[in-house]
């Protein structure tokens, strides 16, 4: 038995792991995309490290693009076995894989536009919506703590990791000539406390341990302190300067921890009659899902239902739909709140809303999710005088505040308190994915500290055998 790390290894995106059976069959943990690294990730993403008819099935542990996003290239190049996840990552995956079809598209065709002047040849898309359709055939979902066997090699049993709607930790076991070798692929680890979902449950005593490590040097701001301090925020931006509130957010996820936030500000009659608009198409149907899906629902939110039956809807609520509208908000000068994807300012209708609203100091930018290094987002963060959008160079007067207390990810006592459903003296390594190295050495330290003995960091294309 091998795994190899092929992605997501010093470093959060592209998570991609690959376990080989004795007998060489393959199954690939996750077909995540590179994100935010321009073009190195385009490369990466092209590009497997594998032949893709070689592997035999797929585990996915959640819907995050940096987890699922490559799935239909992996397919249009030649996979053809099946992707399993649980019934909720199927339902987020149909609309998120739909929406980066488009953005594959869309983004392809504005550098052709460009090639073509330069008289260079012109470029494909990654994948296409064809392909997302051709992918989704391919999967098959399985519900939590049920035990699926793949072949006479291969089991796995999903857990609730937490993390976002639909998210797994993978608990394989693996058999291996008369003896079993138990793995666990934590996929990313949620938070004790989430906002909205159940806290991540126990998983089965493992040999060996792949665990993400994207916070493990963070202690979390107490989400209980979210709710005012959005508030103060609203206030000073849309009461006290007349400005715009604007928060980029994963149009899953944290989208609905805001919506919802403001949600029981406005229950509880604190919020200002300021419009806030979710202006994200992908935002409205992930909403959606989640009002599908309540038994992911943690009990303070089964409480408030009893009150107020859509936790996503109040008045001056609007959930955008088309370009139109969209552009009709950039072209209000009223006050108001607008939440738009991509969280990490790479992308989406909220690099339009910077656009037209940097430069303006009434104005407020609140930064509530992970931005990797280089990306738009980390030079907000840096504080950086100036910064570039869609080409262009723009002054920073907007205000900036930061809150950590969203993350989807636990932080390190969070992830160590989720490991520790397991007896130590019995996992012989773990593994650090999804993580920066830098970050991922010091959560090294905090877990050899509570007592795991061996502990690897794995880069790029290493692999190991698990015995
Ligand atoms: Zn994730």
Redesign the pocket.
């Known amino acids: 038995m091998q795994v190899k790390f092929l992605g997501a290894a010093q470093t959060v995106t592209g998570s991609k792991h690959m376990l080989t059976t004795t007998k060489g069959k393959n199954i690939l943990l996750d077909c995540g995309l590179f994100q935010g690294r321009g073009a190195d990730n385009d490369t990466l993403n092209r590009v497997f490290a594998f032949k893709p008819e070689n592997i035999d099935a797929v585990i996915l542990s959640?819907a995050?693009m940096?987890?699922s996003g490559n799935l239909p290239n992996l397919v249009k190049q030649g996979f053809a076995g099946k992707i399993y996840c649980t019934p909720a990552t199927y339902d987020l995956c149909e609309i998120m894989l739909t929406d980066s079809a488009h953005i594959q598209e869309g983004d392809v065709s504005y550098i052709n536009k460009k090639r073509v002047k330069k008289g260079k040849a012109q470029l494909k898309p990654l994948y296409t919506l064809h392909d997302v359709e051709k992918c989704l055939r391919h999967f098959q979902t399985i519900p939590y703590e049920h035990w699926y066997t793949i072949n006479d090699e291969v089991r796995f049993m999903f857990t609730d990791a937490g993390?976002?709607l639909g998210?797994a930790a993978v608990n394989l076991i693996l058999s291996d000539t008369g003896k079993e070798i138990k793995v666990c692929f934590t996929g990313?680890i949620g938070r004790s406390s989430d906002l909205l979902l159940k806290p991540p449950a126990p998983f089965p005593q493992a040999d060996y341990i792949l665990c993400e490590s994207t916070y493990g040097n963070r202690l979390h701001e107490p989400i209980e302190e979210a709710e005012q301090r959005l508030l103060r925020i609203v206030r000073q931006t849309c009461v006290e300067k007349k400005g715009k509130l604007l928060i980029p957010a994963f149009s899953l996820g944290r989208t609905q921890e805001i919506v919802y936030t403001l949600d029981r500000l406005q229950t509880s009659k604190q919020l200002p009659p300021v419009k806030v608009y979710v202006d994200s198409p992908l935002a409205t149907n992930a909403t959606n899902i989640m009002r599908a899906h309540p038994e992911a629902f943690n009990e303070k939110v089964i409480e408030y239902l009893k009150s107020d039956p859509d936790p996503f809807g109040f008045n001056n609520l609007l959930y955008t739909r088309n370009v139109t509208e969209s552009m009709d908000i950039n072209s209000s000068t009223e006050p108001c709140v607008i939440i738009a994807a991509s969280g990490m300012m790479e992308a989406g209708r909220i690099k339009h809303h910077l656009k037209h609203n940097v430069g303006d100091a009434r104005n407020t930018l609140l930064i509530v999710g992970y931005c990797p290094p280089e990306s738009l987002g980390a030079a907000f963060l840096a504080k950086e005088k100036f910064v570039r959008i869609f080409g262009q160079q723009f002054e920073v007067k907007i205000q900036i505040e930061v809150m950590n207390s969203y993350s989807?990810h636990g932080d390190y006592k969070e992830m160590t308190e989720y490991l520790s459903c397991q007896d130590k003296t019995k996992v012989k390594k773990v593994f650090l994915v999804h993580g920066e190295l830098q970050v991922q050495k010091d959560f090294k330290e905090k877990l050899t500290a509570v007592g795991f003995a061996d502990i690897a960091i794995p880069a790029p294309g290493n692999s190991f055998m698990l015995e």
Request: charged share 20%; aromatic share 0%.
């Open positions: 959640h995050h940096d987890h993390h976002i998210s990313d989807a």
